[in-house]
């Protein structure tokens, strides 16, 4: 992720085949398949060995900085709609982060099937310190300008768009 030479993803010969069998703009979108892969391998590997200091997964991690980005309780399915992951996903990372004293969970007084979500004092202190760590050693890692990063973000939101 930093600019020493990485190997081809995908390898050479996945490369030639690519050439060989299909048009080069087929070939070259399934490349970037690869590559997109391998870089978000990669960054999940990077992330998952800062935040093992703190025994914290990339998507446990996730969910405290949706909760520290509000200052208040928040609605399990905002947290869905902001990591674009399943409800059952999100409430076995809210059960872990609860077990670990990270998060608090209560039903909504306003609607008792909606769960509310929110960071305990624990929890805002370690998210608080995560969040500017990992700020901060993912713009060395990645070794991009705030324009390059700019452009990054947006065509990886037309990606998802």
Do not use: C
């Amino acid at each position: 992720m930093t600019r020493r030479k990485q190997p081809l993803v995908p390898p050479g010969h996945v490369r030639r085949s690519y050439a060989e069998r299909l048009p080069p703009g087929d070939a070259l979108a399934l490349e970037t398949l690869f590559s997109l892969r391998a870089t978000a391998q990669a960054i999940d590997n990077v992330v998952s060995r800062w935040l093992g200091e703190d025994a914290l997964t990339p998507g446990r991690w996730q969910v405290l900085a949706v909760l520290w980005s509000r200052d208040r309780p928040v609605p399990q399915r905002e947290i869905v709609d902001a990591l674009k992951v399943s409800r059952a996903n999100v409430s076995m990372l809210i059960d872990a982060l609860r077990g670990e004293g990270h998060v608090s969970a209560i039903a909504d007084p306003g609607d008792g099937r909606q769960v509310l979500v929110a960071l305990t004092e624990e929890g805002r202190t370690i998210t608080d310190r995560l969040v500017r760590d990992t700020a901060r050693r993912l713009r060395a890692t990645l070794a991009l300008d705030d324009e390059e990063l700019r452009r990054l973000v947006a065509l990886t939101g037309r990606l998802l768009g």
